[in-house]
């Protein structure tokens, strides 16, 4: 005989029922997903130009491939672009001292200090490094 135990009946769920999300294109009743219209294809892309999901927007196996399609083709034509820069700002790193890098930051120095108009040589910067 098996040694299974018996499982303890299941409760009854008291949750709310999850609503399937309506499509885009069934709400607005659109019969061809045309590569040129941009506005509707911005809506099925994230803010980092990403294809949404099926489960995010709500369409079904047959919408999500046209619209698909349509993206590939639209950024294809340069109508989208594959991907939107997001820009972050960069911590500093603190300290390099001892790292090895004198050479480079000695050419950057004299670069900034040529920006300001001033005439300096790398060897000058190299020796005021030194000391």
């Given at each position: 005989?098996?040694?299974?135990?018996?499982?303890?009946?299941?409760?009854?769920?008291?949750?709310?029922?999850?609503?399937?999300?309506?499509?885009?294109?069934?709400?607005?009743?659109?019969?061809?997903?045309?590569?040129?219209?941009?506005?509707?294809?911005?809506?099925?892309?994230?803010d980092r130009s990403k294809?949404?999901?099926?489960?995010?927007?709500?369409?079904?196996?047959?919408?999500?491939?046209?619209?698909?399609?349509?993206?590939?083709?639209?950024?294809?034509?340069?109508?989208?672009?594959?991907?939107?820069?997001?820009?972050?700002?960069?911590?500093?790193?603190?300290?390099?001292?001892?790292?090895?890098?004198?050479?480079?930051?000695?050419?950057?120095?004299?670069?900034?200090?040529?920006?300001?108009?001033?005439?300096?040589?790398?060897?000058?910067?190299?020796?005021?490094?030194?000391?």
């Amino acid at each position: 005989m098996s040694n299974k135990k018996p499982r303890p009946p299941r409760a009854k769920d008291n949750t709310k029922k999850i609503r399937k999300k309506t499509s885009a294109l069934t709400s607005e009743k659109v019969e061809y997903v045309d590569y040129k219209d941009v506005n509707l294809l911005g809506r099925f892309v994230s803010d980092r130009s990403k294809i949404k999901a099926r489960r995010v927007n709500g369409n079904d196996v047959q919408q999500q491939n046209e619209i698909a399609r349509a993206i590939k083709n639209a950024r294809e034509m340069a109508l989208l672009p594959y991907t939107k820069r997001v820009s972050s700002q960069r911590t500093g790193r603190g300290d390099r001292e001892g790292r090895g890098g004198g050479e480079r930051a000695a050419e950057a120095a004299v670069d900034q200090v040529a920006d300001l108009g001033v005439d300096v040589d790398i060897d000058e910067i190299e020796e005021a490094g030194d000391e």
